[in-house]
Structures are given as structure tokens and as C-alpha cells.
């Protein structure tokens, strides 16, 4: 492998599980026990919010929890950011703070922030790190029911596409962590890097099907500091 000069990170739950956070589609998943088609969609909002509420408020409350920090694939990435000296952009499908919190600087968060929320009148965009529901008033409108979570839910357009097809059409190294590639746009894009001769790196628990060019399969916590130690020494 050549030493890269600009590269796309693109992470999902798989990074943030050893951190004790749940990931989406393991048999015990976020998803085996909290139907999408009610807390993930404009839908199911709309059809009872409160149940939506809940279910971000109850992540929001375990991700501010004493116990949830970044872990050695997260600090690995942010140090990898700081001493590798080309263009580095990470895109993260998780909503959690953990990559900020290791020290990550280039990110985008393409299906939005736990610790957001958004108006739906003025779409402004508030910090929250506290539960919030129908009844909490904006700071925008000074009245209750604008506010949902910054959530991009299934059938909405993710966050960021202009500049994320930029970088993956000049990136020469695109390596995913800790995602199944179950959706879409994200699941894509080691292709679109692939169509620009970009090397492309899976860095997986087990396989996902995929057609990588590299594959280097273990828990994210060991595989991730090995692969981007290894690749600063290039
Ligand atoms: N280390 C590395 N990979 C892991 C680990 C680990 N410790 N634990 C689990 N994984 C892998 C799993 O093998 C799986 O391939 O992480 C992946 C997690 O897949 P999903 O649960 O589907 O999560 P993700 O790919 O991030 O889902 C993408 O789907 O539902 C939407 O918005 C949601 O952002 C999410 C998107």
C-alpha cells in the first residue's frame, strides 16, 4: 500500500460498540427492540412523537452517562488525524460525540447529532444535552411542538452529500470501520471512491459482503490502532 495523501474515514456503530453503545442490526440491536418504522421515521413521528422523544432522550441519557467514553479505535483515529499531514475527512453515520470527544477535528456527521435538536419552523439548530419533548419551548418561536431531533430518520436526505462526494472523487484511501453497509448513500461510497482509483480498506468486526479491496476483520478497538500506526509509517 502507498503511503496516501488524502483520505475519507467514513465509521458506523461498529466503532462505538466496544464503548458500550448498542449497535443498530445485531440480533439484540437498537433495532430488535425499537421498531424503525416508529422511532425513525418523519412517520412515526408524526404519529406519536412521544414515543420518539423517548427513544432519543434514553440514548441522549446513556450517552452523557459516566460510563460511555471513547475507545482506542476512536483515539486512534484522532491522533492518525493530527500527525498524518495530508487531507483527512471523517464521516460518521453514528449520532454520538464520542469521535469530538476523542479529539477529532474533520468530521461530519451525515445522519445527524444526539445532542442537537432542530426547530422545525426556523430550522435552526440548538445544542441539548438534556431530555426535551412536544412541551419545551424553542428559543426561536418561544413556543412548544417546534422541536424534533437533529436525526436524520429513514426517507430524509443525510447531512453533508456535496462536500462528502467531493472528497471521496480526490481521496486516494477510503477506509470504513464498524459498519454493516446496509444503507444508503453511505453504503456506496467505497465505490464512488473505487470509480476514482482510490484504495479502499474494510476494517470490520465479521464480514459484510462487500467488495473492499482490502478486508482486515476484528473488534475495532485492536484492528483500528494497528492499521492507521501501521499506515503513518508508510
Ligand atoms: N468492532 C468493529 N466492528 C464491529 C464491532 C466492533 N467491536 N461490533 C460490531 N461491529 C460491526 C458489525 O459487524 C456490523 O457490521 O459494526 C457493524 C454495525 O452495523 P449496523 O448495526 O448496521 O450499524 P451501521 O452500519 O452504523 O448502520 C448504518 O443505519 O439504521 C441506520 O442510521 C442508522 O447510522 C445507522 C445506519
Known amino acids: 500500500m502507498k503511503k496516501p495523501e488524502s483520505m475519507v474515514v467514513l465509521t458506523g456503530a461498529g466503532i462505538s ?18 421498531p424503525v418504522e416508529e422511532v425513525a421515521t418523519p412517520e412515526g413521528f408524526a404519529r406519536n412523537s412521544q414515543l420518539v422523544y423517548r427513544f432519543y432522550n434514553e440514548r441522549r441519557e446513556q450517552l452523557m452517562s459516566e ?19 495530508g487531507s483527512f475527512l471523517l464521516v460518521t453515520q453514528n449520532i454520538d460525540d464520542l469521535h469530538e470527544r476523542a479529539g477529532s477535528k474533520n468530521i461530519l456527521h451525515i445522519h445527524g447529532e444526539l445532542l442537537k435538536m432542530r ?6 439548530v440548538f445544542d441539548i444535552r438534556e431530555s426535551f419533548d412536544f ?10 411542538g417546534n422541536l ?4 436524520v430518520w429513514f426517507g ?11 472528497a471521496l472523487g480526490a481521496c486516494d484511501i477510503f477506509v ?11 453504503a456506496g461510497f467505497y465505490q464512488n471512491a473505487k470509480i476514482n482509483n482510490a484504495q479502499t480498506v474494510e476494517l470490520n468486526l465479521e464480514e459484510t459482503g462487500s467488495t473492499f479491496d482490502t478486508h482486515i476483520y476484528g473488534p475495532a478497538s485492536q484492528v483500528v490502532p494497528r492499521f492507521f500506526e501501521e499506515l503513518l509509517t508508510l
Open 67 to 85: 460510563e460511555i467514553k471513547p475507545n482506542n479505535a476512536h483515539s486512534a483515529l484522532a491522533k492518525f488525524e493530527h500527525d498524518f499531514g
Open 156 to 166: 430524509e436526505m443525510p447531512f453533508h452529500m456535496n462536500q462528502i462526494n467531493m
Open 119 to 124: 426547530c422545525s419552523n426556523s430550522q435552526i
Open 148 to 151: 424534533r431531533p437533529h436525526v
Open 176 to 186: 470504513a470501520i464498524g459498519t454493516s453497509g446496509n444503507v444508503y448513500p453511505a
Open 135 to 144: 412541551d419545551t419551548h424553542c428559543q426561536c418561536c418561544r413556543s412548544p
Open 17 to 34: 460498540a466496544e464503548s458500550g453503545i448498542e449497535t443498530f442490526r445485531a440480533k439484540d440491536g437498537l433495532w430488535a427492540n425499537h
